[in-house]
């Protein structure tokens, strides 16, 4: 099974044997050269210059590229605005928007509710009636406007 003899290892690899040392001599300095000290590997030789690694980079930081906010003495006042209430009737207030004091104007606007009492009209009590609740505001969304500037300033849902 070992057709090369001596030596040799499976598929004819050549194989060193026990007693050899792992790694060939060194050749002879060239012209110039400073001698090689044999110190051994991995060990360096004395009059071999031992250069130090250099610093590791610094840790990784996410926000490094961030540029931060400037820092304002300056003090920030927050106002918040609520709607004010209203109710099914033209209200008196003072508007929001223009700061005069008035009477809201109201538009009625169909809702959910409005749809739903016209369906329970045509199929429980009588269907020709199903139009009632399209003409009755009080079914209706009221929406308040101011009619000095045509601002929004709430909705009643009746």
Not at 57 to 74: F, G, K, T
Not at 109 to 138: M, N, Q, R
Request: proline residues 18%; charged residues 10%.
């Amino acid at each position: 099974m070992n057709p090369g003899g001596k030596g040799s290892g499976p598929e004819g690899f050549q194989t060193q044997p026990l007693n050899q040392p792992p790694y060939p001599a060194q050749s002879p300095p060239y012209p110039g050269q400073a001698p090689v000290a044999t110190g051994g590997y991995p060990h360096p030789s004395a009059n071999v210059p031992n250069y130090a690694h250099p610093p590791p980079p610094p840790p990784y930081d996410a926000n490094s590229n961030v540029i931060p906010p400037a820092q304002n003495a300056s003090t920030t006042y927050v106002q918040v605005v609520t709607s004010p209430q209203v109710g099914p009737d033209p209200a008196s207030m003072v508007c929001p928007s223009c700061t005069k004091h008035v009477i809201t104007r109201l538009d009625y606007e169909t809702s959910t509710k409005t749809h739903i009492a016209a369906g329970l009209l045509c199929l429980f009590i009588c269907w020709p009636c199903f139009w009632i609740p399209y003409v009755i505001d009080s079914c209706k969304n009221a929406n308040h406007y101011c009619p000095n500037c045509g601002a929004y300033i709430g909705t009643y849902r009746g």
